[in-house]
C-alpha cells in the first residue's frame, strides 16, 4: 500500500498551494453577496423612479389635454369641475380676470395613488364677451344674396 502513495515520476508532488482554501472561497462569496445586494438596490431604485416618471408624464398629459379641450370648445365658464380619467383625479377652476374675457385656468392632476396634487397647470384663455352689438364678420353672400359655401368663397 506505500508503493501506491509513493511518487511516481512525471506527476507533480501535492503540496498545501494547490486549490482555494476555504477562507478565500468565503471571502469570494462575500463580495460577490454585496455586489448581488448593490445591484438588486440599484435596479429596485431605477424602477421606482421610472414608474414616478411614467405618473408624473401621465399627469402633466392629462392636464394639458384639459386646457386643449377648453380651448378647442372655445366656450367655459367660470366655477370648479372635476372628474376622473384613467384612474388619475384632476380639478379644474376657471376664474375671471380683471381684463374682460380673460380668464384664469388651473387643473390639479391627482394620481391613482395617493390624496396630493402632483401636477398643477395654469394658464389664461381668452373668450370674446358675449355682445349683442358684434355679432362676428358678415357671412360673404354671392350675387343672388345667398350665402357662399366655404369652398366657393375661396375662388
Known amino acids: 500500500m506505500r508503493r501506491l502513495l509513493r511518487h511516481r515520476p512525471g506527476r507533480r508532488q501535492p503540496s498545501g498551494r494547490d486549490g482555494f482554501s476555504l477562507v478565500e472561497v468565503m471571502v469570494a462569496v462575500f463580495i460577490l453577496a454585496i455586489a448581488m445586494v448593490g445591484l438588486t438596490r440599484g435596479i429596485t431604485t431605477a424602477l421606482g423612479s421610472s414608474k414616478d416618471a411614467e405618473v408624473y408624464s401621465q399627469a402633466v398629459q392629462l392636464a394639458a389635454s384639459r386646457i386643449e379641450f377648453l380651448r378647442a370648445d372655445g366656450t ?3 366655477g370648479e369641475s372635476e372628474g376622473t380619467l384613467g384612474g388619475y383625479k384632476w380639478k379644474q377652476t376657471i376664474s375671471s380676470t380683471q381684463t374682460s374675457g ?9 394620481p391613482p395613488i395617493g390624496g396630493t396634487a402632483i ?7 381668452f373668450q370674446a364677451p358675449l355682445d349683442s352689438t358684434t355679432s362676428g364678420p358678415a ?4 350675387e343672388n344674396g345667398k350665402k357662399k359655401r366655404k369652398s366657393e368663397r375661396s375662388s
Open 119 to 125: 401636477y398643477t397647470l395654469r394658464t389664461l384663455l
Open 139 to 142: 357671412p360673404k353672400r354671392d
Open 76 to 78: 367655459f365658464s367660470d
Open 102 to 110: 380673460l380668464h384664469e385656468v388651473r387643473v390639479e392632476v391627482e
